[in-house]
């Protein structure tokens, strides 16, 4: 049986067909990116502190005094909680007594909040906190809103594979895309904290599940050397550019019913895009479907203007299909040897700490002084040198030193900013972005150094434990934000110290640069310290091609 790739070289690897499909499914992953950050802005929580109603009938003194002082990373700050008791206040007043000079305040009983809360408009006119103060007692559920729509991802990360398979990389692009705009559209609509949180967790399932078949999609649909950039650059790249599109929409949409129906819109122009997008030739030729693919590839040709071959694809293209069926592999083969077991929980544990690092970075970003606009925008911005340098690192440095390199960067940075004086506020936001540098190269290499590791009847079972257990690194990230409020260091000290323990623990996983993909469990290579019997060093002369073609259908992030 000849290979896919032969059988279509033909048609060249970057001709208008490939250049086509390479700019508008990577286009397609633009909302990804605003709406996979999207709730940093919709569920900001401004400054805000107990309503003081007029009926209170206070004397501007009293008025002035009838918020107790707290202490916040070494700051006095006015109590977001608490207010002095205004019956005893209105008696005060009444009496003509003068706070600190006939009354000592701070003697003055202490009650909740019971008239609502005062918040300040000045960035944010309308979140989904001030829309049903969730705050103070309610507070569990800014975190929860958070991590229900990564609970979402986690959702959709399960089962998008699963309905690619059964009903094609196209429909279920573009049902996803359907599910992701059409319940966002509903989701403007909210009327409580709970129909918003339902409807953000089914978004999240439309929203991984629409990114991950526009990779797969592109990924069979592309040539080698198209597939390689599609992979490692385009489709990251793109991510970024819509999260960097995010800030600017926030910056002029103050509100937040407005900024979402704002990010949602774009979803429908992705619409015609029905009519121009195929279906992965590969994905049919799997299915039995010979004389569709084969359409699909001399209507490419034609694009391409390249002559086609009377015969494209035969009958041993079926029957190949069917002879790679016949043995099948569990999730226990994960676990099948004491050195895969080992390689299994390692990569558990490297993805589960990148997700909390690149995600608790990134959400954090209103807790970081200045503008939290500029902030999320220059987060982002460091995102496209980031996947540029993994991209090199890759082709270029041993995978065990490049990412031991990259978590070690970022952890000791996020670990360094406790360091920096309070009033050095740029240089806290640089360090910052350095850190987010070094956890998003990581991220992105995380794929590649996976798909590596484990052999060819394993592999697609090896990447998806490691990015499901990225996605629950994702729903724990909230409630690493969630403690910035309180300490806006202990966040940083968490993330930096769980980069930096699993960046000196990388060094134990087995090398994979220069060596030929593993095709059964016997060619697993050993685990750094686990025998003492060194695999031979067969150098493979195209590294690069290994890791290109090693890159198969899995998506790089949210």
Same mark, same amino acid.
């Given at each position: ?10 048609? /060249? ?27 940093m ?17 206070l ?36 009496? /003509? ?5 006939d ?39 800014g ?8 609970? #979402?991802?986690?959702?959709?990360s ?5 309905l ?10 573009? #049902?996803?895309?359907? @599910? ?42 592309? #040539? ?23 800030p ?7 509100d937040w019913?407005?900024?979402?129906m ?5 979803g ?45 694809f035969?009958?041993?293209?079926l ?17 099948k ?6 390689? &299994? ?7 589960? &700490? ?52 990259t ?21 806290? &936001? ?25 052999? &060819? ?35 940083y000290?968490?993330m /930096? ?8 623990? @990388? ?21 750094? /310290? ?10 493979f ?18």
């Open positions: 049986m000849r290979d896919y790739d032969e059988a279509t070289s033909f048609l /060249g690897d970057w001709g208008p067909f490939q250049l086509t499909i390479f700019f508008l499914l990577s286009a397609s992953t633009i909302p990804n990116g605003f709406n996979g950050m999207s709730v802005f919709l569920a900001a929580t401004p400054e805000h502190r107990c309503l003081v109603p007029d009926s209170a009938n004397s501007q003194a009293w008025k002035n005094v009838s918020i107790p002082w707290e202490e916040k990373d070494g700051q006095p700050v006015e109590s977001r909680c608490w207010r002095y008791r205004l019956d005893t206040l209105r008696n005060y007043s009444a009496l /003509g007594l003068l706070p600190g000079v009354v000592n305040v701070e003697d003055i009983e202490k009650e909740k909040c019971l008239d609502g809360w005062r918040y300040d408009r000045d960035l944010y006119h309308s979140t989904v906190i001030t829309e049903w103060d969730i705050v103070c007692d309610n507070d569990w559920k975190p929860l809103t958070t991590s229900l729509f990564f609970a #979402g991802v986690l959702t959709g399960f089962i998008s594979g699963q690619s398979d059964s009903f094609g990389r196209k429909k279920v692009l573009f #049902g996803t895309m359907a @599910v992701q705009t059409g319940f966002s559209i509903i989701q403007v609509f909210s009327i409580s904290w709970e129909m918003f949180t339902i409807l953000f967790l089914i978004v999240g399932m439309g929203q991984i599940s629409n990114y991950v078949a526009a990779f797969i999609l592109g990924s069979e649909i592309l #040539g080698k050397s198209a597939r390689i950039i599609f992979s490692t650059l385009g489709i990251c790249i793109f991510f970024a550019v819509g999260y960097m599109i995010l600017l929409f926030a910056y002029f949409l103050r019913r407005t900024l979402l704002a990010l949602t819109v774009p429908l122009l992705c619409v015609p895009l029905w009519w121009i997008i195929p279906e992965s030739p590969q994905w049919l030729i799997s299915q039995g479907r010979i004389e569709e693919a084969e359409a699909i590839i001399r209507k490419a040709a034609k694009q391409n203007k390249m002559s086609v071959p009377a015969i494209i035969g009958t041993a293209e029957d190949g299909t069917k002879q790679r069926q016949i043995r099948r592999y569990t999730f226990l083969d994960l676990l040897t004491s050195n895969i077991a080992i390689i &299994t929980v390692l990569t558990i544990f490297f993805w589960l &700490t990148v997700s909390i690092g690149y995600f608790g970075v990134s959400l954090n970003t209103p807790n970081l002084h200045g503008d939290p606009f500029l902030n999320c925008f220059l987060l982002a911005a460091i995102e496209v040198p980031s996947y540029i340098i993994a991209w090199l690192l890759l082709r270029h440095v041993p995978r065990r030193f490049s990412m031991c390199g978590m070690l960067l970022g952890g000791v940075v996020l670990l360094l900013i406790q360091l920096v004086p309070q009033s050095l506020h740029i240089l806290s &936001t640089v360090m910052v972005m350095v850190g987010k540098f070094g956890v998003t190269a990581a991220f992105s290499m995380a794929y590649v150094y996976t798909a590596e590791l484990y052999p &060819t009847v394993i592999r697609n079972m090896g990447v998806g434990i490691g990015s499901m257990s990225s996605r629950v690194g994702s729903v724990i990230s909230p409630y690493f934000v969630y403690l910035g409020a309180y300490n806006r260091l202990l966040p000290i968490l /930096g110290s769980m980069t930096v323990i699993m960046g000196v623990l @990388v060094l134990f996983f087995p090398e994979t640069y220069g060596r030929p993909l593993p095709e059964n469990l016997d060619q697993t290579q050993n685990v750094k /310290g686990l025998c003492c019997k060194k695999n031979s060093h067969n150098k002369h195209e590294n690069s091609d290994n890791l290109k073609n090693g890159i198969i259908l899995i998506t790089t992030k949210l």
